[in-house]
Protein backbone atom coordinates (compact mmCIF):
# COMPACT_ATOMS: atom_id res chain seq x y z
CA UNK A 1 0.00 0.00 0.00
CA UNK A 2 2.93 2.23 0.90
CA UNK A 3 4.30 1.59 -2.43
CA UNK A 4 1.34 2.41 -4.20
CA UNK A 5 0.93 5.84 -2.21
CA UNK A 6 4.68 6.74 -2.62
CA UNK A 7 4.33 5.87 -7.17
CA UNK A 8 1.56 8.33 -7.02
CA UNK A 9 2.59 11.19 -5.29
CA UNK A 10 6.30 10.37 -7.81
CA UNK A 11 3.85 10.76 -10.53
CA UNK A 12 1.80 14.04 -9.31
CA UNK A 13 5.48 15.75 -8.75
CA UNK A 14 6.64 15.08 -12.20
CA UNK A 15 3.06 16.49 -13.37
CA UNK A 16 3.33 19.78 -11.58
CA UNK A 17 7.60 19.41 -12.97
CA UNK A 18 5.76 19.62 -16.79
CA UNK A 19 3.27 22.49 -16.02
CA UNK A 20 5.97 24.81 -14.78
CA UNK A 21 8.43 24.07 -17.33
CA UNK A 22 5.48 24.92 -20.04
CA UNK A 23 4.59 28.15 -17.48
CA UNK A 24 8.25 29.11 -16.26
CA UNK A 25 9.49 32.55 -18.27
CA UNK A 26 13.03 30.40 -19.42
CA UNK A 27 10.96 26.76 -19.97
CA UNK A 28 12.19 25.29 -23.42
CA UNK A 29 8.62 24.72 -24.16
CA UNK A 30 7.24 28.59 -23.63
CA UNK A 31 6.66 29.40 -27.85
CA UNK A 32 8.14 32.02 -29.32
CA UNK A 33 6.27 35.78 -29.70
CA UNK A 34 5.00 36.64 -32.54
CA UNK A 35 5.97 39.72 -34.44
CA UNK A 36 4.51 42.91 -33.57
CA UNK A 37 2.65 44.97 -36.03
CA UNK A 38 2.78 48.65 -35.93
CA UNK A 39 0.63 51.76 -37.85
CA UNK A 40 2.03 54.40 -39.32
CA UNK A 41 0.75 57.24 -40.95
CA UNK A 42 1.99 59.42 -43.59
CA UNK A 43 1.32 62.23 -44.72
CA UNK A 44 2.17 63.44 -48.94
CA UNK A 45 2.06 67.11 -49.76
CA UNK A 46 4.40 69.11 -51.95
CA UNK A 47 6.92 67.72 -51.71
CA UNK A 48 7.73 66.16 -48.72
CA UNK A 49 6.30 63.16 -46.56
CA UNK A 50 5.60 63.76 -42.66
CA UNK A 51 5.80 59.94 -40.84
CA UNK A 52 4.11 59.30 -37.48
CA UNK A 53 7.25 56.97 -36.84
CA UNK A 54 10.67 56.76 -38.63
CA UNK A 55 11.75 53.70 -37.25
CA UNK A 56 11.18 50.29 -36.08
CA UNK A 57 12.86 47.33 -34.60
CA UNK A 58 13.71 44.56 -36.78
CA UNK A 59 10.84 41.95 -37.62
CA UNK A 60 8.25 44.08 -37.18
CA UNK A 61 5.23 44.63 -39.43
CA UNK A 62 4.38 47.81 -40.57
CA UNK A 63 0.85 48.82 -41.67
CA UNK A 64 1.74 52.32 -43.55
CA UNK A 65 -1.53 55.11 -43.89
CA UNK A 66 -0.48 57.12 -46.82
CA UNK A 67 -2.87 59.96 -47.29
CA UNK A 68 -2.53 62.64 -49.58
CA UNK A 69 -2.73 66.27 -48.27
CA UNK A 70 -1.71 67.89 -51.07
CA UNK A 71 -2.91 69.66 -54.12
CA UNK A 72 -1.54 67.31 -56.65
CA UNK A 73 -0.88 63.21 -57.48
CA UNK A 74 1.55 61.33 -55.24
CA UNK A 75 2.35 57.77 -54.59
CA UNK A 76 4.41 56.26 -51.65
CA UNK A 77 7.18 53.34 -52.80
CA UNK A 78 9.23 51.47 -49.99
CA UNK A 79 10.58 48.02 -49.60
CA UNK A 80 9.81 46.76 -52.56
CA UNK A 81 5.81 48.14 -52.38
CA UNK A 82 4.14 50.87 -53.63
CA UNK A 83 0.65 52.70 -53.30
CA UNK A 84 -1.51 53.32 -56.50
CA UNK A 85 -1.47 57.22 -57.30
CA UNK A 86 -3.38 58.86 -54.96
CA UNK A 87 -5.01 61.88 -55.70
CA UNK A 88 -5.57 64.43 -53.63
CA UNK A 89 -7.68 63.67 -50.20
CA UNK A 90 -7.22 60.09 -51.21
CA UNK A 91 -5.55 57.38 -49.16
CA UNK A 92 -4.03 54.10 -49.35
CA UNK A 93 -2.70 51.30 -46.85
CA UNK A 94 1.03 49.19 -47.37
CA UNK A 95 1.73 46.50 -45.39
CA UNK A 96 5.16 46.15 -44.94
CA UNK A 97 7.09 43.14 -43.11
CA UNK A 98 10.61 44.53 -42.34
CA UNK A 99 12.50 41.16 -41.60
CA UNK A 100 16.52 42.51 -41.37
CA UNK A 101 17.47 45.30 -39.38
CA UNK A 102 19.09 48.47 -42.18
CA UNK A 103 18.04 51.74 -43.48
CA UNK A 104 14.89 51.26 -46.08
CA UNK A 105 14.62 54.45 -48.46
CA UNK A 106 10.72 55.35 -49.35
CA UNK A 107 10.31 57.43 -52.50
CA UNK A 108 7.20 59.03 -54.47
CA UNK A 109 7.82 57.41 -57.84
CA UNK A 110 5.85 60.27 -59.77
CA UNK A 111 8.42 62.16 -62.35
CA UNK A 112 10.67 65.48 -60.74
CA UNK A 113 9.06 64.73 -57.12
CA UNK A 114 11.71 62.77 -55.19
CA UNK A 115 13.83 65.69 -56.93
CA UNK A 116 11.94 68.13 -55.25
CA UNK A 117 11.77 66.54 -51.90
CA UNK A 118 9.48 63.46 -51.77
CA UNK A 119 12.34 60.60 -50.40
CA UNK A 120 13.45 59.77 -46.94
CA UNK A 121 14.98 56.71 -45.07
CA UNK A 122 13.74 54.52 -42.55
CA UNK A 123 15.19 53.14 -39.85
CA UNK A 124 14.83 49.09 -39.23
CA UNK A 125 16.49 48.54 -36.09
CA UNK A 126 19.20 51.15 -36.25
CA UNK A 127 18.30 55.40 -35.63
CA UNK A 128 17.21 56.53 -39.63
CA UNK A 129 19.00 60.08 -40.86
CA UNK A 130 17.19 63.26 -40.86
CA UNK A 131 14.57 63.49 -43.52
CA UNK A 132 15.73 65.99 -46.61
CA UNK A 133 15.37 69.67 -46.35
CA UNK A 134 12.80 70.89 -48.44
CA UNK A 135 12.14 73.87 -49.80
CA UNK A 136 8.82 76.13 -50.49
CA UNK A 137 9.45 76.73 -53.92
CA UNK A 138 6.94 75.00 -56.26
CA UNK A 139 8.98 73.68 -58.97
CA UNK A 140 8.24 75.64 -62.57
CA UNK A 141 9.20 74.89 -66.25
CA UNK A 142 11.98 76.47 -67.45
CA UNK A 143 10.08 77.72 -70.78
CA UNK A 144 9.50 81.34 -70.99
CA UNK A 145 5.61 81.74 -72.91
CA UNK A 146 5.18 84.10 -75.53
CA UNK A 147 3.55 87.19 -74.52
CA UNK A 148 -0.74 86.95 -75.50
CA UNK A 149 -2.12 88.35 -78.19
CA UNK A 150 -3.56 91.78 -77.88
CA UNK A 151 -5.96 93.53 -80.03
CA UNK A 152 -9.96 93.49 -80.67
CA UNK A 153 -12.13 90.38 -79.45
CA UNK A 154 -14.46 89.53 -82.06
CA UNK A 155 -18.61 89.07 -81.65
CA UNK A 156 -18.20 84.68 -81.77
CA UNK A 157 -19.68 82.41 -79.42
CA UNK A 158 -17.86 79.52 -79.51
CA UNK A 159 -17.65 76.11 -77.02
CA UNK A 160 -14.19 73.98 -77.14
CA UNK A 161 -14.56 71.13 -75.04
CA UNK A 162 -10.78 70.02 -73.32
CA UNK A 163 -10.01 66.56 -72.62
CA UNK A 164 -7.46 66.04 -70.34
CA UNK A 165 -5.14 62.58 -70.10
CA UNK A 166 -1.55 61.43 -68.86
CA UNK A 167 0.29 63.16 -70.80
CA UNK A 168 -2.04 64.95 -73.47
CA UNK A 169 -4.71 68.00 -74.07
CA UNK A 170 -7.51 66.88 -76.38
CA UNK A 171 -9.18 69.64 -77.69
CA UNK A 172 -12.60 69.42 -80.33
CA UNK A 173 -11.23 72.04 -82.44
CA UNK A 174 -7.72 73.92 -83.00
CA UNK A 175 -8.72 76.99 -84.58
CA UNK A 176 -11.73 79.34 -83.19
CA UNK A 177 -12.92 82.38 -84.29
CA UNK A 178 -12.41 85.06 -81.95
CA UNK A 179 -14.68 85.90 -79.35
CA UNK A 180 -15.99 84.77 -76.17
CA UNK A 181 -14.54 81.15 -76.25
CA UNK A 182 -15.91 78.33 -73.30
CA UNK A 183 -14.12 75.73 -72.49
CA UNK A 184 -15.28 72.20 -71.05
CA UNK A 185 -12.68 71.09 -69.04
CA UNK A 186 -12.94 67.63 -68.35
CA UNK A 187 -9.65 65.32 -66.73
CA UNK A 188 -9.91 61.93 -68.29
CA UNK A 189 -6.33 60.77 -66.67
CA UNK A 190 -5.56 59.19 -63.15
CA UNK A 191 -3.66 62.36 -61.86
CA UNK A 192 -4.67 65.71 -61.38
CA UNK A 193 -4.15 68.04 -64.00
CA UNK A 194 -5.32 71.42 -65.36
CA UNK A 195 -5.26 73.93 -68.64
CA UNK A 196 -3.96 76.92 -68.14
CA UNK A 197 -3.81 79.65 -71.30
CA UNK A 198 -0.53 81.53 -70.91
CA UNK A 199 -0.74 84.89 -70.37
CA UNK A 200 -4.71 84.64 -70.42
CA UNK A 201 -6.63 81.70 -67.70
CA UNK A 202 -5.37 79.39 -65.55
CA UNK A 203 -7.56 76.48 -64.55
CA UNK A 204 -8.11 74.97 -61.37
CA UNK A 205 -6.31 71.54 -61.00
CA UNK A 206 -8.81 68.99 -61.53
CA UNK A 207 -9.09 65.47 -59.89
CA UNK A 208 -9.93 62.38 -62.38
CA UNK A 209 -13.24 62.39 -63.75
CA UNK A 210 -14.02 66.43 -62.05
CA UNK A 211 -14.52 68.58 -65.09
CA UNK A 212 -15.40 72.79 -65.02
CA UNK A 213 -16.46 75.48 -67.53
CA UNK A 214 -15.24 79.02 -67.71
CA UNK A 215 -15.19 81.44 -70.87
CA UNK A 216 -12.87 83.95 -71.47
CA UNK A 217 -12.37 86.71 -74.06
CA UNK A 218 -9.85 85.97 -76.76
CA UNK A 219 -8.13 88.38 -80.04
CA UNK A 220 -6.45 86.39 -83.33
CA UNK A 221 -3.51 85.20 -82.72
CA UNK A 222 -1.90 81.92 -81.78
CA UNK A 223 -1.64 80.36 -77.80
CA UNK A 224 0.09 77.86 -75.53
CA UNK A 225 -1.90 75.85 -72.89
CA UNK A 226 -0.51 74.07 -70.85
CA UNK A 227 -0.78 71.84 -67.34
CA UNK A 228 0.73 74.02 -64.45
CA UNK A 229 0.86 71.03 -61.96
CA UNK A 230 4.15 70.54 -61.71
CA UNK A 231 6.82 68.29 -64.24
CA UNK A 232 3.26 67.40 -66.06
CA UNK A 233 4.58 70.16 -68.86
CA UNK A 234 7.82 68.49 -69.09
CA UNK A 235 6.62 65.42 -69.54
CA UNK A 236 4.33 66.43 -72.58
CA UNK A 237 0.75 68.20 -71.58
CA UNK A 238 1.16 71.63 -73.76
CA UNK A 239 -0.45 72.14 -76.67
CA UNK A 240 -1.41 75.10 -79.11
CA UNK A 241 -4.23 76.69 -81.13
CA UNK A 242 -5.13 79.39 -82.89
CA UNK A 243 -7.37 82.68 -82.71
CA UNK A 244 -8.64 83.36 -85.88
CA UNK A 245 -9.71 87.22 -86.81
Request: with cysteine; proline share 9%; aromatic share 8%.
Amino acid sequence: MRRVVGLFVLGALAAVGVVAGVLAPGGSATPAKANATVKITVKASEFKFGMSRRSVPAGTTVVFTVINTGKITHDFKINGKKTPKLAPGKKATLKVLFKKKGKYPYVCTLLGHAGAGMKGVFGVGVAPPPPPKTTTTTPTTTTTPPPPPTGPIGGAQTTVTVDMFEYRFALSQSSIPSGQVTFVITNRGGETHNFAIAGSKSGAILGPGQTETWTVGLPAGSYNAVCDVPFHAERGMTTTFTVTP
